[in-house]
């Protein structure tokens, strides 16, 4: 059985963005639990000014742990870009998510890098990028081993950053930066659109895959779109992935419906994959008893 977390936001967002309960974590820690799910993905900015012994203690509090944090507000709210042609926005990028890397060790889970990768403006010039975006991850790799921190890099759909689009080219790219601490989140979202073949593209991940984020074809909760999870699941299954499915969705209809409908689809997805399971299983020899 998979293990599931959702993401979720220490301030209001605008209700485009993918962050299902909003605002102070003892606000919501308790429904996350009471729905179902183990784990939080906090989606959050300036890690310095949260605490980190408060952030514990509530998830604490509700049963639940932190599976990882995304940094996506960096790039969004605070224009911080891994890629930029200005050496020390790179610089500040990293120091931010350093900053990152500090709060994730605390509460011992993983940080996502996505969109603070950002776009190539000049895609003739993509090695130069690319050049910027390798030394930046492995800077930050070898930042985050000593501290235990996973570093989780998104494949994204090219609708959001103009390279790195599917999962097995940006699982190629991680293989090659050889760090064990840098794997590979990927993203059902984006896959739907980029990668034509899921059981194809979950296969490639298998050597780096890190971390898999659900949501449906037009970003609402599992089940609300027209993706197939049964196959999403099997073959994860299949390649023996045991971290985290995390739903990063729009709030919608409202926040705990969101949360609860996707939920209760994924997990009714695996109990047919386990019926399956035990009906192709081979039948136990028939026994003869002595006389």
């Avoid at 919608?252 to 009714?268: H, Q, V």
Wanted: aromatic share 8%; with cysteine; glycine share 6%.
């Amino acid at each position: 059985m998979f293990r599931y977390g959702l993401v979720c936001s220490l301030e209001t967002l605008t209700p485009d963005k993918p962050s299902v309960f909003q605002g102070s974590l003892e606000g919501y820690a308790d429904k996350v639990r009471a729905i179902g799910y183990d784990a939080i993905e906090l989606h959050l900015r300036n890690p310095a000014q949260v605490d980190p012994d408060k952030l514990k203690s509530g998830a604490a509090n509700a049963g639940l742990f932190f599976c990882a944090l995304s940094t996506g507000l960096e790039y969004g709210l605070n224009h911080l870009s891994l890629i930029s042609d200005e050496a020390r926005v790179r610089q500040a990028a990293i120091r931010r998510l350093t900053e990152h890397i500090d709060l994730a060790a605390e509460l011992s889970c993983g940080v996502v890098i996505g969109t603070m990768r950002a776009n190539i403006p000049d895609r003739r010039q993509q090695t130069r990028y690319l050049g910027y975006l390798s030394e930046a991850l492995l800077t930050l790799a070898d930042y985050a081993a000593p501290r235990q921190v996973t570093l989780l890099v998104e494949s994204i759909t090219r609708y959001i950053d103009n390279y790195l689009n599917t999962v097995p080219e940006t699982a190629a790219y991680l293989v090659q930066l050889n760090r064990p601490n840098l794997l590979l989140h990927i993203d059902t979202h984006s896959m739907q659109i980029e990668d034509p073949d899921f059981p194809a593209a979950i296969r490639a991940s298998k050597p780096v895959l890190g971390y898999v984020h659900v949501s449906d074809s037009n970003r609402r909760f599992p089940g609300g779109g027209n993706i197939d999870f049964k196959t999403v699941l099997r073959e994860l299954r299949a390649i023996g992935y045991s971290g985290l499915l995390t739903s990063e969705c729009l709030p919608w209809p409202d926040a705990e419906s969101s949360a609860r409908l996707g939920l209760t689809y994924l997990k009714a997805l695996e109990a047919c994959l386990d019926v399956e399971a035990y009906r192709l299983a081979p039948a136990e020899p028939e026994r003869i008893p002595h006389v």
